[in-house]
């Protein structure tokens, strides 16, 4: 029984090991590639620092939609949400004299509303939550165009410690520690991946699938609040658009989503998608440096994306893909 536990314990370790080389492997070649061919005005320590400033906004609401994504689940309101949050958290922390404390606690909890109005619509109305959540994405850019009053909502520079070091950094790892402790060490966490590996069973064991659902999108909701913050912080403004404008706002989140579903299998999704952004960033900018057309840019990394993932993820004979 010892020896089993131990050859257990260094297959998790080497599943760890792995995964991490693997990633390593995707920043440095990633970054290689674009530093070869424009070498001068690409991949310094500053470059790459800023790189990694941009990484953790994605990578925030990331790791909370990392809960509904791992359901089977998807969310079309992502840009509208975090528009809506930051415009919020603006409004009560520069209109109404709120400082610091408005910007937080209305990006929060704007966030986690529009995510609870996602999930109980999603198990209410039984039609899949792409759709649910496309029409939310509608009434939450009508929302927040109303509040700013077609009028860009800008932060002031006194109320922007969450736009730079070490603002940033401390809020997203606030952010990362809150998903592990909840992934890891809460039932919501346990529940999370009961219903996401097989829901049939997950109901036969008595889990109230409807609720875990619901809370699953007020979290992710919750997290794309504290990106919202970085996010208005960092740009210093945030203007309100409708007709799913805000949906351009949808890909980095989702694409560093998809690194923690790749890498789900190696027992490390969260640093996954932390590194996973990092790499998408690197690819960005890259082309930024390469001076591309922005449609060119999309779509070569969102082909460059597609293939990462591919090759990371391997599909058992038999199981079926959500």
């Known amino acids: ?113 529009v ?54 950094i401390i809020l997203a790892l606030v952010a990362f520690a809150i998903a592990y402790v909840i992934l890891n060490y809460t039932k919501v966490g346990t529940y999370t991946y009961a219903i996401g590996s097989n829901e049939a069973v997950a109901k036969n064991m008595g889990i109230n699938v409807n609720f875990y659902k619901v809370l699953a999108f007020v979290i992710s909701g919750a997290f794309f609040g504290m990106m919202a913050i970085l996010t208005i912080s960092y740009g210093s403004s945030m203007v309100a658009v409708t007709g799913m404008g805000s949906m351009s706002r949808n890909f980095i989140p989702t694409m560093g989503c998809f690194f923690g579903l790749a890498f789900k299998k190696y027992g490390m999704p969260l640093p996954s998608i932390i590194i996973g952004e990092f790499v998408i960033n690197i690819i960005f900018y890259g082309f930024i440096a390469l001076g591309a057309p922005t449609a060119i840019q999309d779509v070569i990394t969102g082909f460059a994306l597609l293939i990462i993932i591919t090759l990371t993820t391997k599909v058992n004979k038999g199981e079926i893909v959500k």
């Open 115 to 168: 995510g609870l109005i996602n999930g109980v619509l999603y198990v209410k109305l039984h039609i899949p939550s792409m759709i649910v959540t496309t029409g939310v994405a509608l009434v939450a850019e009508s929302v927040a165009n109303y509040i700013a009053g077609g009028v860009e909502q800008t932060l002031p520079a006194g109320l922007r410690a969450f736009g730079k070091v070490p603002g940033d």
């Open 1 to 113: 029984m010892g020896t089993s536990i131990a050859a257990s314990g260094k297959k998790k370790m080497s599943g760890f090991a792995k995964g991490y080389l693997i990633l390593l492997i995707l920043v440095v070649v990633s970054w290689a590639v674009f530093k070869v061919i424009t070498p001068h005005n690409f991949g310094s320590p500053a470059n790459l620092l800023q790189y990694f400033q941009a990484s953790l906004i994605a990578a925030t609401g990331a790791v909370g939609f990392y809960f509904v994504m791992v359901m089977g689940m998807f969310d079309f309101s992502i840009g509208a949400n975090i528009m809506l949050s930051a415009i919020v958290g603006c409004k009560l922390a520069v209109t109404f004299h709120m400082g610091y404390a408005g910007l937080i606690i209305g990006s929060i909890v704007m966030g986690a509303v």
